[in-house]
């Protein structure tokens, strides 16, 4: 029965990759933590971070996909929630460094020591208990895309005003984040991180479990958001995607319906940059730059949007050459990334993904006309052999 209701609400593609992701989250950790570094299947340390931090960035394209591929609100401003999200983890890390910083100072960080701090910001009461930080790191993102989407949508903002408004939110926030007297350490941001949950955030173990956990969460946003596009409210999704002011005169409430996948869409983001930031040990303002919110558009593009599945498989791909490249070549990391996109808009509209269902419908058709130009097979009635001849 729980198979049953599990197939009615997620296609077979989206099983497939929540199978899959469900089977590395164990296979992976297995393989680096049991496996003898000699053996050909052992996977290094390092390794697990960097495929992990690729797997945060897959969960923010899930994110994005679910609001540009099925609403068709393209946002150039996920990076900031991915952001929020990131530093909202970051100082509970803080907070568990206590006198262990450089200045042993038992309560506050350090750069609020080297800044002249006398006291700990009122911010940043709670986050010395994982709980609450786990709280803050979906209700903050969810709380500004909630205000934020409620009077951008309120408004009727949509297309290619709603994008830049987007990209000058996370702009705006990159400036804020940037001033020494915000209290979230300025330019270089939270790092130095020594635990999370009490165990040494730099040991194998550890960072198995980051990877896990990231693989998991990420298993469970395929499965949220197919949940969402399978049901009634995904049709009006879907709806208001293509034909917006249709739907609005038929009596929905578009805005309601943006809204609630906009918010749901930035609590996703949200928890992508917390499970970045202990894998790659800092947080700092970068991460609000616009350019990563347009990358993120990209990883989109490049899998397919509206697919689920194809925002996975782009995240994974470029990030993959971005690594590649910028240690490489890193002079045209960004003339490769910019000839990518525009080859996919030009000659690969549906992404990858789009691609190679496009290739199987061809293949289809193929066939199928084929066997319909076969000629009939012949009947065995109708058959006429010549009559045996005596022998003289």
């Not at 979906?138 to 830049?164: D, K």
């Not at 800092?282 to 993120?296: M, Q, R, T, Y």
């Not at 995240?315 to 993959?320: E, G, K, P, T």
Request: charged letters at 15%; hydrophobic letters at 55%.
């Amino acid at each position: 029965m729980i198979t049953q209701w599990f197939f009615t609400h997620v296609d077979r593609r989206g099983g497939i990759a929540i199978a899959l992701l469900v089977a590395i989250a164990f296979l992976v950790p297995l393989s680096n933590l049991l496996l003898p570094e000699t053996s050909p299947l052992h996977i290094p340390t390092y390794l697990v971070s960097l495929i992990g931090k690729y797997l945060t960035y897959a969960l923010l394209a899930v994110a994005l996909d679910l609001v540009w591929g099925f609403c068709g609100i393209l946002s150039l401003g996920h990076g900031a929630f991915f952001a929020l999200g990131g530093y909202a983890m970051g100082m509970y890390l803080m907070r568990q460094i206590g006198p262990r910083g450089v200045y042993a100072d038992p309560v506050l960080p350090d750069f609020m020591v080297f800044l002249n701090w006398k006291e700990l910001p009122w911010f940043w009461h709670g986050f010395d208990n994982f709980w609450f930080a786990a709280l803050m790191v979906v209700l903050v993102p969810g709380a500004l895309a909630f205000g934020f989407g409620w009077l951008a949508f309120r408004s009727r903002v949509t297309g290619v005003y709603l994008s830049i408004i987007t990209q000058a939110l996370t702009y705006a926030l990159l400036l804020a984040f940037f001033r020494n007297d915000m209290g979230f350490g300025g330019n270089n941001g939270l790092t130095d991180f020594k635990d999370i949950l009490g165990f040494n955030i730099q040991a194998g173990t550890t960072r198995s479990m980051l990877f896990a956990a990231t693989a998991l969460f990420l298993a469970l946003a395929v499965f949220v958001s197919s949940f969402i596009i399978r049901s009634k409210l995904g049709k009006v999704l879907v709806g208001v995607r293509d034909a917006e002011s249709r739907m609005r005169f038929l009596g929905y409430r578009v805005d309601r319906y943006k809204l609630f996948v906009w918010t749901i869409s930035a609590m996703m983001a949200g928890i992508a940059g917390a499970l970045y930031v202990p894998q790659v040990g800092i947080i700092n303002p970068s991460e609000f730059e616009p350019a990563n919110s347009i990358e993120a558009v990209i990883w989109v593009a490049v899998g397919g949007r509206g697919t689920i599945i194809g925002p996975i498989i782009g995240a994974v791909l470029v990030n993959f050459g971005k690594t590649y490249f910028t240690a490489a070549f890193p002079e045209i990391w960004l003339f490769a990334l910019g000839a990518l996109f525009i080859i996919v808009t030009l000659f690969l509209p549906k992404g990858i993904l789009g691609l190679y269902g496009s290739w199987r419908t061809k293949l289809a058709d193929r066939a199928a006309r084929k066997k319909d130009s076969a000629p009939p097979p012949v009947a065995a009635e109708n058959v006429h052999l010549p009559e045996p001849q005596a022998a003289e």
